[in-house]
Nanobody, 126 residues
């Protein structure tokens, strides 16, 4: 069983920055698909960014160029650096992990993510 704990959420003005962290309970960030999702009130949970076990990231179009996913394998921690924040980025942000599929398990699909953190609130004011 993998436990994920997010931190770093808060309130910031439009144009500001925040960095979220997700600490995993065991060796996970370098061996699994890792991702950040977010959910605003009244909406579905959307995938923001993913990083596979080879360290290859992918981003939703709405955050490309503004958000960066990274990991520290030694600390078993996943990060999300969020710059140029907009009010529409306001949501609860969730860290997720799960096994990849395909050759060498490097493909991260929608059904990949079986472990979830409790979420951290990010609020961006205009």
């Amino acid at each position: 069983q993998v436990q994920l704990m997010e931190s770093g959420g808060g309130s910031v003005q439009s144009g500001g920055s925040l960095r979220l962290s997700c600490e995993a309970s065991r060796n996970t960030v370098s061996t699994e698909c890792m991702a950040w999702f977010r959910q605003a009130p009244g909406t579905e949970r959307d995938r923001v960014t993913t990083i596979n076990k080879l360290g290859v990231p992918s981003y939703a179009d709405v955050v490309k160029g503004r958000f960066t996913i990274s990991r520290d394998n030694a600390k078993n921690t996943l990060y999300l650096q969020m710059n140029s924040l907009k009010p529409e980025d306001t949501a609860v942000y969730y860290c997720a992990a799960g096994p990849g599929v395909g050759p060498n398990g490097v493909v991260c699909t929608a059904g990949t993510f079986t472990y979830w953190g409790q979420g951290t609130q990010v609020t961006v004011s205009s």
